[in-house]
């Protein structure tokens, strides 16, 4: 069973900048496909950024330039730092863990682990 507990939420004016941590049991990141999501009041939950141990990196349109997803290994932690907030970026966020397919080189799209969600209030 995959544990995932997120930190690093908080408020924040427009143009600032937040760290997400999501801190996973066991060797997650070698096993799993990692990332983060989004749900905002009243939205749908959206994927925000995808990271499989080699390196690859997926993100949404909206945060690209602006958003980085990265994961430590040894202190089985990943990361998204999120610079120049906008309001819309406010959301919960979710970070997850999807099965690797394919030989590991792709992520099924199940997304079958989940944490608790940290909450990102961007003011303008």
């Known amino acids: 069973q995959v544990q995932l507990v997120e930190s690093g939420g908080g408020s924040v004016q427009s143009g600032g900048s937040l760290r997400l941590s999501c801190a996973a049991s066991?060797?997650?990141?070698?096993?799993?496909?990692m990332g983060w999501f989004r749900q905002a009041p009243g939205k749908e939950r959206e994927g925000v950024a995808t990271i499989i141990n080699d390196g690859r990196t997926t993100y949404t349109n909206s945060v690209k330039g602006r958003f980085t997803i990265s994961q430590d290994g040894a202190k089985n932690t990943l990361y998204l730092q999120m610079n120049n907030l906008k309001p819309e970026d406010t959301a919960m966020y979710f970070c997850?863990?999807?099965?690797?397919?394919?030989?590991?080189?792709?992520?099924?799209?199940?997304?079958?682990?989940w944490g608790q969600g940290t909450q990102v209030t961007v003011s303008s």
């Open positions: 997850a863990a999807d099965y690797r397919v394919a030989g590991g080189s792709y992520c099924s799209g199940s997304w079958p682990f």
């Open positions: 066991g060797d997650t990141y070698r096993r799993y496909c």
